[in-house]
């Protein structure tokens, strides 16, 4: 029983309309489905990723238009930078270039321990890192959306890592490695903080979880711009079963598991406070929508498609190009 690596990242966004705007025609992901957060119906919950939002591809969001006034708080307990795999040094120049044309905050093209990245900030402040995925990634990247703004060589390919920031390493080490099968690949230090390396399954971008140690930060306050966890992948509900008992074996409180339609989920938070999920890869975001057309139109589950009415008129519209809208 093997973790397949990252399956995707939830964050929090105060604003769909612009959110959209960004990850879809300045990152150039697809918005490959439009529902609501099934904890929440008064929001949206918004899936981007490749062609057809394969696991690993995927960056969610849950608008949460209450949190405009509470930034988020960065510190300890939380997912610090997201990274998206892109394939080239080169592309990285591309994008470089890119983010200069559209005024997206970035610190230029970087390299650290043979590998080069670019930080940047989404207009809501979150934190994302571009990277290269190197020569033979061992996780397969997803498929380019053809439709896109950005040319297919240089589409992003998926989830690369996430940087967890925590006060004490040992006891989410001990989550990763004894209770999830991480293996620790490597440590050093960074601007005064202890980093560990760790990948599960095949490892390489796509696998992999930075965490870093940070004793003297304070602790972090989620709001917008901020994350609210990131997901792991397990092939199908039999395998997160046995996740599920191996999580409470561990002594770790688990959800039970939730159909959430496109995947099953179980939820727990790691003793760092980071709240952990692991995913199945089916039955995916086409199983309510042609491939042809994800993302144009609300979908709702079907236990919860006999509220369309209500759900629809508590939802503001998100505009797209042309001037018109849609829900």
């Known amino acids: 029983m093997e973790l397949g690596g990252l399956h995707h990242v939830t964050a929090v966004t105060t604003h769909a309309a612009e959110n959209v705007a960004f990850y879809t025609d300045v990152l150039g992901m697809r918005l490959v489905k439009k529902t609501v957060n099934q904890d929440d119906v008064s929001a949206y919950h918004l899936f981007y990723g490749d062609e057809l939002g394969r696991p690993g591809t995927e960056v969610t969001f849950f608008d949460w238009p209450h949190l405009r006034i509470a930034p988020n708080h960065a510190g300890t307990g939380e997912i610090s930078t997201t990274e998206l795999r892109v394939s080239g040094r080169e592309t990285l120049d591309w994008w470089a270039g890119r983010f200069a044309e559209h005024g997206v905050r970035h610190g230029g093209v970087e390299e650290r321990d043979g590998r080069y990245f670019i930080d940047f900030l989404d207009p809501e402040?979150?934190?994302?890192?571009?990277?290269?995925?190197?020569?033979?990634?061992?996780?397969?990247?997803?498929?380019?959306?053809?439709?896109?703004?950005?040319?297919?060589?240089?589409?992003?390919?998926?989830?690369?890592?996430?940087?967890?920031?925590?006060?004490?390493?040992?006891?989410?080490?001990?989550?990763?490695?004894?209770?999830?099968?991480?293996?620790?690949?490597?440590?050093?230090?960074?601007?005064?903080?202890?980093?560990?390396?760790?990948?599960?399954?095949?490892?390489?971008?796509?696998?992999?979880?930075?965490?870093?140690?940070?004793?003297?930060?304070?602790?972090?306050?989620?709001?917008?711009?901020?994350?609210?966890?990131?997901?792991?992948?397990?092939?199908?509900?039999?395998?997160?079963?046995?996740?599920?008992?191996k999580l409470r074996e561990a002594g770790l409180g688990v959800t039970p598991q939730i159909d959430r339609y496109y995947f099953r989920s179980i939820y727990f938070r790691e003793p760092g406070g980071i709240l952990f999920e692991i995913a199945t890869d089916g039955p995916g975001f086409a199983t309510d929508e042609d491939a042809a057309h994800l993302g144009e139109r609300l979908s709702l589950p079907p236990f919860l498609e006999g509220r369309r009415e209500e759900i629809e008129a508590r939802l503001k519209p998100i505009p797209v190009a042309g001037g018109t809208s849609r829900r």
């Open 125 to 245: 402040g979150q934190r994302l890192r571009l990277a290269d995925e190197g020569e033979a990634p061992r996780v397969a990247g997803g498929i380019p959306w053809e439709e896109g703004p950005v040319p297919g060589e240089f589409d992003i390919r998926g989830l690369g890592a996430v940087d967890l920031t925590v006060s004490d390493l040992a006891p989410t080490a001990w989550v990763l490695a004894e209770v999830l099968g991480f293996r620790l690949v490597g440590e050093h230090e960074e601007g005064g903080d202890r980093v560990a390396l760790f990948e599960v399954g095949p490892g390489g971008p796509g696998a992999t979880v930075r965490v870093i140690e940070s004793p003297d930060a304070p602790q972090a306050h989620l709001g917008r711009g901020g994350v609210h966890h990131v997901a792991f992948r397990t092939p199908d509900g039999e395998e997160q079963r046995l996740w599920r008992e």
